[in-house]
């Protein structure tokens, strides 16, 4: 199972939207409406943002937003702020035998 | 409350064998659809799954590591422990254990995540 693909960075300014993507494959993400993102602060945990594509946590705040368009999800940011520069991780569920694959991560950055 | 801490070596020689300790709080393991398992993230580098453990006792491993991991847990402790043998300075990583609850029959995500332990491989 080979990692889901996303791009190396991006970057927006405060206010703005940003966007990352997450391709897979039709045994992962086109597979299942599983798709989880994390967010990931230096020398910290990774966080639950968004879990099955579209929901959002308790206390995530709404600026997030993710989707689903066959094998590639996406997460959105929507206002971005300082505090969201960080590092991001989509992960797909895989099947029973192979639950979880990551993706390869993104680091946003605020401008 | 969940929580969840791991637990073990900071630092390996090559060829010996990795023990972690998550103990957690908040849930247990003998309720129906929750899970725990192990992720690991090499400095500067991505996460990657590395072992699951259901309530009902079945196991699930990376294929790329599955010859070297055992994962079990204790119920009575509130623990869930992976093994990791011959250990190779590529194994360097911080390695998490997080809580995992079932939706649409499966555990497709991990909501509670523990703070991380550093392992260092090396002679």
């Known amino acids: 199972q080979s990692a889901l693909t996303q791009p190396r960075s991006v970057s927006g300014s405060p206010g703005q939207s940003v966007t990352i993507s997450c391709t897979g494959t039709?045994?992962?993400?086109?597979?299942?409406?599983?798709v989880s993102w994390y967010q990931q602060h230096p020398g910290k945990a990774p966080k639950l943002m968004i879990f099955?594509?579209?929901e959002r946590p308790s206390g995530v705040p709404d600026r997030f937003s993710g989707s689903k368009s066959g094998n590639t999800a996406s997460l959105t940011i929507s206002g971005l702020q300082a505090e969201d520069e960080a590092d991001y991780y989509c992960?797909?569920?895989?099947?029973?035998?192979?639950?979880?694959?990551f993706g390869t991560g993104t680091k946003v950055t605020v401008l | 409350q969940i929580t969840l801490k791991e637990s073990g070596p900071t630092l390996v020689k090559p060829t010996q064998t990795l023990t972690l300790t998550c103990t957690f709080s908040?849930?247990?393991?003998?309720?129906?659809?929750?899970?725990v398992g192990w992720i690991r993230q090499p400095p500067g580098k991505a996460l990657e799954w590395l072992a699951l453990?259901?309530?009902?006792?079945?196991?699930r491993y990376s294929p790329s590591l599955k010859s070297r991991l055992t994962i079990k847990k204790d119920i009575s402790k509130n623990q869930v422990v992976l093994t990791m043998t011959n250990m190779d300075p590529v194994d360097t990583a911080t390695y998490y254990c997080?809580?995992?609850?079932?939706?649409?029959?499966?555990?497709?995500?991990?909501?509670?995540w523990g703070q991380g332990t550093l392992v260092s491989v090396s002679s």
């Open positions: 997080a809580h995992s609850n079932m939706i649409q029959g499966v555990l497709p995500f991990f909501d509670y």
């Open positions: 908040g849930f247990s393991l003998f309720t129906s659809g929750v899970g």
């Open positions: 453990i259901y309530w009902d006792d079945d196991k």
């Open positions: 039709s045994s992962d993400i086109g597979g299942y409406n599983f």
């Open positions: 099955a594509v579209i």
């Open positions: 992960c797909s569920y895989a099947g029973r035998f192979t639950p979880y694959v």
